[in-house]
Every structure is written in C-alpha cells, then in structure tokens.
C-alpha cells in the first residue's frame, strides 16, 4: 500500500508565499511522475505542475512563472514553491504520484493521491 501525505497549507496574504510537501510512503518500487492538482470549489479539479522521475517540469500557464515544483527522490517528496500568490489560487491543493509496486504477488503501476491541502490567499 501507498500513502502519500501532504503539509504545508494555509492562509496567505495576497504576494505572499507557501511551500506545499509532499511525502509518499509504504511498500513499493519506483515513483514515476510526480505532479500537483488544485481544485477551487465549484471548480473541476486541474493540473498545475508536475515532474518526471528525470527531473523535467510542466506548469499550467496559470501558475508559470509562480510555482516552482521539485522533488527529492532519495525522501520520495515532492515540493510546490508557491510565489506571489493571488486570491485566484485558493483551492484544495493535492498531490499525485504515479507508482510501480507489488499487489497480490504482480508488478502493478497505478495513480495514488495525498488527502488534499488547503491553501487560502485572502487578506
């Protein structure tokens, strides 16, 4: 099994800045991509960054030139440098890992999500 547990949310001014981590855990082989979603209310949940197991990036352009995603492979964490931050970005932040593991004795790659996080930008 594969858990994945995300800190670092909270309330932020407008400009301000936050840090999202996110550690996966448990019984498994190899963490492929690695990427983060927000999901505002009313709103469809959307990709906002992600990062490969080699270390290349893609942002949304809503969040490019803000956000910095990394990883470290050696703690399986993923990181979410939010910059500049603007009311627009308030929403439930979450993380997604693609991962290989073992599951009744077969080499499995499935999709494993954190719990979410939430981030308000708000004076």
């Known amino acids: 099994q594969v858990q994945l547990v995300e800190s670092g949310g909270g309330l932020v001014q407008p400009g301000g800045s936050l840090r999202l981590s996110c550690a996966a855990s448990?019984?498994?082989?190899?963490?492929?991509?690695m990427g983060w979603y927000r999901q505002a209310p009313g709103k469809q949940r959307e990709l906002i960054a992600r990062?490969?197991?080699?270390?290349?990036?893609n942002y949304a352009d809503s969040v490019k030139g803000r956000y910095i995603i990394s990883r470290d492979n050696a703690k399986n964490t993923v990181f979410l440098q939010m910059n500049s931050l603007k009311p627009e970005d308030t929403a439930v932040y979450y993380c997604?890992?693609?991962?290989?593991?073992?599951?009744?004795?077969?080499?499995?790659?499935?999709?494993?999500w954190g719990q979410g996080t939430q981030v308000t930008v708000s004076t």
């Open positions: 997604k890992s693609t991962v290989r593991h073992i599951r009744h004795g077969a080499v499995q790659i499935d999709d494993f």
């Open positions: 990062i490969t197991s080699g270390g290349t990036k």
């Open positions: 448990g019984s498994f082989e190899t963490i492929y991509g």
